[in-house]
């Protein structure tokens, strides 16, 4: 009698491999970009941290990113997320203001855009900054609060006027939608005939895509305000505060072993963000990499 041998599927092997495609299969692969450059420029240890408070410790960092030529140090990755859904979202942005308060201070559209919608069910946001050249990183986290129009004017002031008349016409995160659009159809700008044309752009014939809508608005806020070199703040328009709980110093170290220390204010988040946290007591912690 000759045993028949039915073959084994494993089930689970099979599920791993659906999850898991080959390699070919991949747009992007890790070892296919090279290996990742070793971090050794630096070492961070507790005595070389201000033992009292992160924002001197900051001040300093930021210095020295400057003082070493880093394109736009100030630049960082401002986070919020919405509730209840959790949903997060980010954003590259100018860090303007460390004030004497100590509150980072950046300054945007609060009306239309991503970042009111998540700061209206939660205050809570955080900021990063990357300063790859000194292998350095820094994450802030804690509070966020609008700043009153008064503040946000001295800013405002020092900006271009065409940015400032910019911060009035952008209706930030607001769909663009072509001028000539009807019925939830995109068509083209409308000659006489009912016939389409793009827009003369270096040469070229373009669609219109939703910009000609912006550059309307544009025009007619140049046109509110011809003439007028004192241009008031718009109230959806300022700065966002943000008052720090928690900050972390990354310094980069070879074989992903990095130095990592934050900084934890006793008390947790600062009710009252005008009081600041200059005066705050900090716990300072070396963390795992």
């Not at 070919?24 to 961070?44: C, M, N, R, V």
């Not at 009912?194 to 219109?208: A, F, M, R």
């Not at 300022?238 to 972390?248: S, Y």
């Not at 947790?268 to 963000?273: A, L, R």
């Amino acid at each position: 009698m000759i045993q028949r041998i039915v073959p084994r599927i494993d089930v689970a092997c099979t599920t791993r491999m659906a999850l898991h495609p080959l390699q070919d299969e991949k747009l992007i692969f890790g070892p296919s970009e090279g290996k990742a450059p070793q971090f050794t420029l630096g070492t961070l240890h507790r005595a070389d941290l201000n033992p009292t408070s992160p924002i001197p410790q900051f001040h300093a960092w930021y210095t020295q990113a400057r003082a070493a030529g880093l394109p736009a140090p100030q630049t960082c990755v401002l986070s919020t997320a919405s509730l209840p859904s959790g949903r997060v979202s980010s954003r590259l942005v100018y860090l303007k203001e460390l004030d004497g308060a100590g509150s980072f201070v950046i300054y945007s559209n609060f009306g239309t855009s991503r970042k009111a919608e998540d700061l209206e069910t939660n205050p809570s946001a955080s900021l990063v900054f990357w300063w790859e050249p000194l292998q350095r990183q820094v994450r802030v986290e804690g509070v966020a609060e609008r700043m009153t129009p008064l503040e946000s004017q001295e800013y405002y002031d020092t900006r271009e006027r065409g940015s400032r008349i910019g911060a009035w016409a952008s209706k930030q995160s607001v769909v663009l939608r072509p001028k000539g659009e009807t019925n939830g159809q995109a068509n083209g700008v409308k000659k006489e005939g009912g016939e389409e044309q793009g827009k003369q752009e270096d040469g070229d014939v373009v669609e219109d895509d939703g910009r000609a809508r912006l550059e309307e608005w544009v025009e007619n806020v140049e046109q509110r305000f011809e003439g007028q070199e004192k241009i008031p703040i718009p109230d959806f328009w300022g700065g966002l505060r943000i008052v720090p709980d928690r900050i972390e110093f990354w310094q980069g170290r070879k074989n992903r072993l990095h130095d990592r220390f934050v900084y934890e204010r006793e008390g947790g988040p600062v009710e009252d963000g005008k009081k600041g946290v200059k005066d705050a007591k900090w716990t300072l912690q070396r963390l795992s990499p």
